[in-house]
């Protein structure tokens, strides 16, 4: 590379940075993991704390200069504790596929056996098999057995996986040592108490999942995992909890040690202290605002989910009021795969992303053409879009798929309704835009 080159490069990027956020103020963002922060999580990611090391424990640290750091992450494990309500909290994993492993290593040992979810049904790479590449497997050895599922109900069928773990047990001698639940396409609560129930019986763990769900958990509105008998919540801290990309663990004090020290220096070294920053305000936030979010978002994905079904689209579960959580899947195999909807839908500026649904499964479907899209409305409610502006989002994903109108067309469409919903709404203050490109050079 050239002098001038690289000076190309520096610039390309501060511009394709702009033209990113430029793309996202026009568009619908409707992927079920993603959120926006509030302008002051933002402030915080930017600050000096992103330079900083702090290994280990407040108070117990390996570097200097932490006076201010150790403030703030206690600050934001007794937020955590509160809007949780738990006695342990630990905000160093730095994603929630990191805390996964901290539960892992915390409550099973390789060649164990771990009962999780298929991908199809809904269960994420980090709870899969060796053989699929999956975290449990390829990084701690662990053995992963299936739920039985119902995919008519969309549920963990407690009952037939009870019989699959006894002929198991007779075949092989084998025991469950750890049962996960939570999900990435995440619609109806867990049955918790069903599947503590049954890890009784083999003295076994429960590690609940809440990557997805835990803005919902926060805000009292979709189930408490550690009232009905969860060892551990693991979480994501960015998708329904709309805090800096990052994780958490929450559990309770009989487990705190081991947690801590499989955190460090298990697995990790730093934890990304400008992260910790921002999910502290992200967890005042929740403790203020997210009772009145949570159940915007609930009564928003349900009222998108009817809009679309009512216009022609094969959104799934019907019977069962279509979601009780901030996720939405369809079937839109009548029209197109699920690839090509993702594909037009992002002409037309609507994000979302296409999805195995429990019938490929069945079907063996190629795993890059699924039948399926799932959309998530968090993002668009903390916009401020309440049921009304559901309604209009649902025609705009019609025009694209069932009336086959011009995706470049609906892109005007979309960045025109787009205009009206600029701030992010259920924080302390919006002084900026969500999609605000801030330089700071
Ligand atoms: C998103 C997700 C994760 C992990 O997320 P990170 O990207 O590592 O934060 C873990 N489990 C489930 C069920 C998820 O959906």
Redesign the pocket.
Known sequence: MTELEKLEAYSKVLALLEEHHEFFSKSLPLIA?ENVCSPAVREAVASDFMHRYAEGWPGERLYAGCRYIDEVEKIAIELGRDVFKAEFVDVRPI????A?LVAYCTFARPGDMMIALAIPHGG?I?HGKEKWGGTAGVVRGLEVERYEFNEEEHEIDVDATARKLRRLEADTGKRPRLFML???VFLFPHPVKEVRRLADEYGAYLVY?A??VAGLIAGGRFQDPLREGADCMTM?TH?TLAGP?H?MVVSWSRYAERLKQVAFPGLLSNHHLHHVAGLAIALAEAKAFYREYAGAIIRNAKTLAEAMHELGIDVLYEHRGFTESHTIVADVTKYMDGRTAEEKLERAGIIVNRNLIPKDYRLKTDHRKPSGIRLGVQELTRLGMNESEMKHVAELIADVIVRNREPEKVAKDVEDFRTQYRKVHYCFESAVGAYDYIRIR
């Not at 994603?95 to 990191?98: A, E, L």
């Open positions: 993991s994603s929630g596929v990191v996964n994420h980090s939570g999900a990435s999942d990557a997805h994501s998708k990309q994780g």
